[in-house]
């Protein structure tokens, strides 16, 4: 069993920051990509970030120069600052993740999502 759990989400004014994490739990051998999706009311999930293992990044263009995705291998967790906020970044932000399990099986999850409000 694997769980991913986010935490860091809130309510920041426009202009604010702040920090997303998840961290990565269970029957884990490794974890290969992670990222961070987002999904507006009334809008599809859409790709926000995402990392590989080995550190190489990829960005929407919407987020280009404001947020930075990370990860602690170590920790199994992934992280996302977001700087500059805007009322547009408003969304619930979910965290991917795929997981090789210990029976080497290769399993996207998902977490259960953090609510970012950009509002003055």
């Known amino acids: 069993q694997v769980q991913l759990v986010e935490s860091g989400g809130g309510l920041v004014q426009p202009g604010g920051s702040l920090r997303l994490s998840c961290a990565a739990s269970?029957?884990?051998?490794?974890?290969?990509?992670m990222g961070w999706y987002r999904q507006a009311p009334g809008k599809q999930r859409e790709l926000v970030a995402t990392?590989?293992?080995?550190?190489?990044?990829n960005y929407a263009d919407s987020v280009k120069g404001r947020f930075t995705i990370s990860r602690d291998n170590a920790k199994n967790t992934v992280y996302l600052q977001m700087n500059s906020l805007k009322p547009e970044d408003t969304a619930v932000y979910y965290c991917?993740?795929?997981?090789?399990?210990?029976?080497?099986?290769?399993?996207?999850?998902w977490g259960q999502g953090t609510q970012v409000t950009v509002s003055s």
């Open positions: 991917n993740a795929h997981i090789i399990d210990l029976h080497r099986r290769v399993l996207v999850h």
């Open positions: 269970g029957s884990i051998f490794s974890i290969n990509a």
């Open positions: 990392i590989t293992s080995g550190g190489s990044t």
